[in-house]
């Protein structure tokens, strides 16, 4: 293991101070899990990009309705 120090933010303290209390474990010891939890899982594409990912793949989407699939329905008024 290393030693490390973060600053955090007053209220992230506070949260943070209070679930280990509340769950009967050190400050270390929640900051180690949801680190690990976070780490574990694999990087998502931001934003609504990741809902058109494929788009190639339908042959009834063009180019011209891009701002359908980017913005939902309410784009083509």
């Known amino acids: 293991m290393h030693r490390t120090q973060i600053i955090l933010e007053d209220w992230q303290y506070q949260a943070l101070r209070a679930r280990a209390e509340r769950e009967g474990h050190s400050i270390s010891e ?3 899990e949801i680190l690990r939890t976070a ?3 694999p990087p998502h594409k931001p934003g609504r990009l990741r ?3 494929g788009i190639a793949e339908d042959p ?3 180019g011209r309705n891009h701002d359908r699939f980017l913005y939902g329905d309410a784009a083509k008024r």
Do not use: F, N, T, W
């Open 51 to 53: 809902e058109i990912e």
């Open 39 to 41: 780490l574990a899982q």
């Open 30 to 32: 929640l900051v180690r």
């Open 60 to 62: 009834a989407a063009y």
